[in-house]
């Protein structure tokens, strides 16, 4: 026990003692000596509060001893569900075995999970934790005070840092208890198929199958290519497991159009943890080698040379130029016209004059029947009046309020915030209106008429510009690539109408595990690197939770993004294409829980043994798991409390205090002394 004054003393306090005393001592000497007890009652209630006004305190301690408990934890990791012995219902049962041992001998405990993280345990195993980190463990014993601690697990870790380190000599016993055998499993599966999102017809396919294996493997396997039920081709590969990965390269040829559907197998082994992920489906777009495409000017003019200079330098595009030479005829014979099938009929200055009506009902059965796309470029010989027939099979009309406007004008595109003074301005020769839904105004000039409309309504695609003269974005250095954007993306955004999109985007698998990478790619038979710009973005039930660029990989000569699978689910993936407010292209994927685990499903007796004799503890095989008990012995911590009594704050003393004034106070009434 220790007494100190918490208050240390100064010169006031000793000079008010001293008064007290003289004061004291005075009154004692006159009245004291008449009443003694009086007085001596009050000289010591003041010393009392003499007393605490130095604001004393004792200190002393006390001890007690407190039973330490013992930590149980037990493994609740993917792979344990799939250890084939013992099985998830047996680890269960004996584990309550011995839950109900520990309560019957009264052993202080507690009891939790891990997996990749740890917590209280409130029910039976189920095997669904993602990873196993058993390096958070040594991190949680270090900070509690245990008896010891017994791991129930199977000696995998998934995550985290490696269990030796972070387990090199605690304080405290370590034992465990080992499940499962030492035999891994075995899986085969396709980790990833890389093939062009987009081929062309009768041109040589790449696809490069990468296939992985675990476990105990070393034989041969059939890798198998198909074009729907079709067998395309198939190989043999070595296989050794343990992770190792080989790859099957197949060539093959297109003949169909459109999406063909593909799929990529392996052979399978009778006792593999799963046979879902030996096969893979992708898509491949096969597109024409060659789009015809009908040029129809009305009268030859700067624009023509332009038009006939961009159609001609992709090699994919033949071009029949038809020219407008008389009010009847033109430079070649119009009925080749009627009778070829076109991808892509273009108006260049044309029509100068009104259609007539036969004309526009033969023309739209020929547009319907053949599925050809539309585009109007304005031309300094037409006017409103003579287009007018003509833009309802575009989906457009003329415009209400027209005002003359004898200027150029600045414009730009509508993915723009402001009109840009570094693009030239455009005379505008049509007054271009919506005519009904799909349309889009691409790009407006800055009296707000349209430039650039595209249209889309069921398979029929169109475009329509509305300026005379953008041959002057041709030939201006600083506008190149606005030509590029108005025209030639145009032009592309048309012929590829027919067979979907030419940017054709691909997964690179259907399903993913939990925080696997997605990986999105995209082939362009145009290498257009630099005129279209992408984004996909990632849906679940139809709630956006991820959106993210596409970016061009000129080397590759494609689009690539990837990004992280999220939580398990079915998820839609949209990709959009510039400023469209519809989607290109829709995809979807599946997200599995996460099975990192099944890579190493095995007993890691060895980490296991190490992990106990670094911590004095031991190790117990599952079937030799009651011995557990013969280590586990009742241990106690001798707790000392230091405790401290502040008598100004001890509620005790200041009510004895208030008690001997009050008596004091009711003394002298008695006595008559007030």
Known sequence: MDFQFLSSSNLLIFTLIFLSLIIFTAIYNTYGKQNKSHFLFRLALLSIFIFLLFNPVISYTSKKN?????????????????????????????????????????????LF??????????????????????????????????????????????????????????????YTVGIGNKNSLIDVFLNSVEAPTVAVKNERVNVSIEIQSI???????SVSLYDGSRLIASKYINLYGNGSKALANFQFQTNSIGRQKFSAQVSSLSDEVNIQNNKQNFDILVIKDKYKVALITGSPNKNTSVIKKTLFSNQRIDVDHYIKISPSKFNKDIRSFWGTPYDLIMFDNYPI?????????????????????????AGANQTNESTADLLPLIGLEIGKEIEELSDDQFWDFEDETTFSNDIPPLKQKLFLSEFQEGSNAVA??????????????????SVAISASNINKLYFNKNSINAFSKLFIESIEWLIQS??????????????YQQGEIVYLSGSNVFNKDDLANFRIDVLKNEKIILSKKIDYNIDLKKWESSFRAPNPGKYNLEIYSNSDTEPIQTNDFKVLESQVELNQVYL????????????QGAYLSWENRDQIFDFIEKKEKEE???????????????????????????????????
Request: aromatic fraction near 10%; include cysteine.
């Open 215 to 221: 476990g105990d493997i070393d034989d041969q396997f």
């Open 640 to 674: 000392v409390k230091a405790n401290v009594i502040k008598f100004k704050d001890n509620t005790v003393i200041l009510i004895m205090a208030l008690l001997l004034l009050c008596s004091e106070w009711a003394f002298r009434k008695q006595k008559g002394m007030f």
């Open 113 to 174: 999970t891990f997996d990749s993280i740890i917590s209280e345990k409130t029910s039976p195993i189920t095997g669904n934790g993602q990873t196993t980190n058993l390096g958070k463990l040594a991190d949680f014993i270090s900070k509690r005070e245990f008896a010891g601690s017994v791991i129930f697990t199977d000696g995998i870790s998934t995550e985290g840092i490696e269990p030796i380190l972070t387990f090199n000599n605690l304080d405290t016993p370590i």
């Open 444 to 461: 407006t000039f800055e009296s707000g008429w349209p430039l650039l409309i595209r249209t889309k309504k069921n398979n029929l695609s």
């Open 604 to 615: 890691n007796d060895v980490v296991l043994k190490q992990i106990s004799s670094s911590n």
């Open 353 to 377: 004059e009104p259609l007539k009506a036969n004309f526009i009902r033969v023309l739209a059965k020929k547009i319907i029947s053949q599925q050809s796309s539309l585009m109007l470029i």
């Open 498 to 511: 027919g067979v979907s999109s030419e940017n054709f985007f691909r997964t690179n698998r259907d399903y």
């Open 66 to 110: 407190k039973a330490l408990s013992w930590a149980f934890f037990f493994d609740n990791s993917a792979s344990l569900k799939y250890h084939i012995s013992p099985s998830l219902v047996s680890i269960n049962s004996g584990l309550d075995e011995i839950v109900d041992k520990i309560k019957k001998e009264e052993i202080e405990n507690e």
